[in-house]
């Protein structure tokens, strides 16, 4: 007789920062964890689960994962889009974790078992001016990372993205009820970027992974400038480097530089990474877990990235939870073409609330061998910390003019 879903809830949470985490409970008291946050935007992820898809999961059949994407995607009829990616997402990853704890294993084991012993990690080094970055570097390097991401502040700018100025974690999402704004000049930062990769480079010596992120600034000629000035750097990839709505503009990146190219966090279906990898225009793909689908989905992005020999370094920031994390390791060890995990790490808070079997170590992650996703969720601990508005920010050119954050 199959198990039935009983219960389906969302906690909204705020252990140092905003979570969304779904709860789906069987008849035969399984429970999985799925992971719905969506940084900035999470009560209409919050809402889209409570108020339109928990009724229809009441009575399913938890172990048919692929009918509920199917039925939960194309059911929607109003398609795609992070907030009802995200919503799929947190399902198709509850469901895994009941699935595999049904089953005894690990969810890995249910995606054909590993194809690697760990997973190569990537962290953030920041600093405000470049001896800052450099001593980041230092301390990330100490920690075992192998590969690190630098940002750095950029002369005459006040605030930056990726930096805090007295060397705190980073943190996007401000509380509050306004999103902070901050003055972007992308003539200033393309100036003094080559100048601060190149001291990171020189720094950490040829071997360590160095990984830098444009976040969605530039036009594709400054994309195309700022690799060329990068070309000798050996960088692992220039992340985000435009604003990707527009994929074409990928082939002018493309065509004048080699630098390689990472596109996808802000991605939700494989259709927005469609032509960049059937075109070969990006290197790695960034779609996370959680907001594009789920593991169901991120299997199919990885599986058409696999046959263009374009590879998988999925986003694994602050706001991206231990859940999304714990999922995205179980895709890693089992995904041929999973090359880097990005961990900036959690606050201790966030460990609490959120026991997980994966483990950090030696620049490395693993999922770990429990069943399922391997996470809990301490609830009455979260109930201590609800939510908290908060906002990402946004930037305005030195003129007042909106431009991308
Ligand atoms: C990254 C991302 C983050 C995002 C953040 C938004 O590469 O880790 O760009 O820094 O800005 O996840 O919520
Ligand atoms: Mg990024």
């Given at each position: 007789k199959p198990d039935r879903i009983a219960a389906v809830d969302v906690l909204v949470t705020s252990p140092t920062r905003n979570f969304v985490t779904l709860k789906i409970t069987t008849e035969q008291g399984l429970v999985g964890w799925g992971d719905a946050t969506l940084n900035g935007r999470e009560l209409a992820v919050a809402s889209y689960l409570r108020d339109h898809l928990a009724p229809l999961l009441i009575?399913?059949?938890?172990?048919?994962i692929e009918d509920t994407w199917q039925y939960l995607y194309r059911g929607a009829y109003w398609r795609r889009g992070p907030v009802t990616m995200t919503s799929v997402g947190a399902v198709d990853l509850a469901l895994w974790d009941i699935k595999g704890k049904a089953a005894g294993l690990p969810v890995y084991q249910l995606l054909g078992g590993a194809v690697r012993d760990r997973i190569l990690s990537y962290t953030h080094a920041t600093g405000w001016d470049i001896p800052q970055l450099l001593d980041s570097l230092d301390a990330r390097l100490a920690q075992g990372f192998r590969a690190v991401r630098a940002q750095t502040g950029v002369p005459g700018l006040d605030i930056v993205y990726g930096v805090s100025k007295d060397g705190a974690a980073y943190e996007p999402a401000g509380r509050g009820l306004a999103p902070v704004e901050e003055t972007w000049d992308t003539d200033a930062y393309l100036r003094h970027a080559p100048e601060a990769l190149a001291a990171a480079r020189s720094h950490l010596g040829p071997e360590v992974k160095l990984l830098h992120d444009a976040h969605h600034r530039l036009t594709p000629n400054q994309a195309a400038r700022l690799g060329r000035s990068v070309e000798d750097l050996d960088l692992f990839w220039l992340e985000d480097v435009t604003p990707a709505e527009n994929q074409e503009v990928l082939r002018t990146v493309r065509a004048k530089t080699t630098v390689p190219l990472a596109i996808g966090e802000v991605f939700h279906t494989v259709w927005e990474c469609q032509s960049l990898i059937t075109e070969q225009l990006i290197d790695y793909v960034r779609c996370c877990v959680t907001h594009a689908g789920g593991i169901s989905h991120l299997r199919r992005i990885a599986a058409l990235a696999d046959i263009w020999q374009i590879q998988l370094g999925p986003h694994g920031p602050s706001d991206v939870s231990p859940v999304a994390l714990a999922a995205s390791l179980h895709v890693g060890l089992a995904?041929?073409?999973?090359a880097i995990q990005e961990y900036m790490g959690y606050a201790p808070l966030v460990h609490e609330v959120f026991p997980h079997a994966w483990t950090y170590e030696d620049g490395h992650l693993h999922p770990g061998e429990a069943p399922g996703l391997g996470i809990e969720v301490d609830e009455e601990l979260a109930a201590r910390h609800p939510y908290e508005p908060a906002y990402l920010p946004v930037a305005r050119r030195r003129d007042g003019s909106m431009t991308d954050w």
């Amino acid at each position: 007789k199959p198990d039935r879903i009983a219960a389906v809830d969302v906690l909204v949470t705020s252990p140092t920062r905003n979570f969304v985490t779904l709860k789906i409970t069987t008849e035969q008291g399984l429970v999985g964890w799925g992971d719905a946050t969506l940084n900035g935007r999470e009560l209409a992820v919050a809402s889209y689960l409570r108020d339109h898809l928990a009724p229809l999961l009441i009575g399913r059949d938890p172990a048919r994962i692929e009918d509920t994407w199917q039925y939960l995607y194309r059911g929607a009829y109003w398609r795609r889009g992070p907030v009802t990616m995200t919503s799929v997402g947190a399902v198709d990853l509850a469901l895994w974790d009941i699935k595999g704890k049904a089953a005894g294993l690990p969810v890995y084991q249910l995606l054909g078992g590993a194809v690697r012993d760990r997973i190569l990690s990537y962290t953030h080094a920041t600093g405000w001016d470049i001896p800052q970055l450099l001593d980041s570097l230092d301390a990330r390097l100490a920690q075992g990372f192998r590969a690190v991401r630098a940002q750095t502040g950029v002369p005459g700018l006040d605030i930056v993205y990726g930096v805090s100025k007295d060397g705190a974690a980073y943190e996007p999402a401000g509380r509050g009820l306004a999103p902070v704004e901050e003055t972007w000049d992308t003539d200033a930062y393309l100036r003094h970027a080559p100048e601060a990769l190149a001291a990171a480079r020189s720094h950490l010596g040829p071997e360590v992974k160095l990984l830098h992120d444009a976040h969605h600034r530039l036009t594709p000629n400054q994309a195309a400038r700022l690799g060329r000035s990068v070309e000798d750097l050996d960088l692992f990839w220039l992340e985000d480097v435009t604003p990707a709505e527009n994929q074409e503009v990928l082939r002018t990146v493309r065509a004048k530089t080699t630098v390689p190219l990472a596109i996808g966090e802000v991605f939700h279906t494989v259709w927005e990474c469609q032509s960049l990898i059937t075109e070969q225009l990006i290197d790695y793909v960034r779609c996370c877990v959680t907001h594009a689908g789920g593991i169901s989905h991120l299997r199919r992005i990885a599986a058409l990235a696999d046959i263009w020999q374009i590879q998988l370094g999925p986003h694994g920031p602050s706001d991206v939870s231990p859940v999304a994390l714990a999922a995205s390791l179980h895709v890693g060890l089992a995904t041929p073409n999973f090359a880097i995990q990005e961990y900036m790490g959690y606050a201790p808070l966030v460990h609490e609330v959120f026991p997980h079997a994966w483990t950090y170590e030696d620049g490395h992650l693993h999922p770990g061998e429990a069943p399922g996703l391997g996470i809990e969720v301490d609830e009455e601990l979260a109930a201590r910390h609800p939510y908290e508005p908060a906002y990402l920010p946004v930037a305005r050119r030195r003129d007042g003019s909106m431009t991308d954050w």
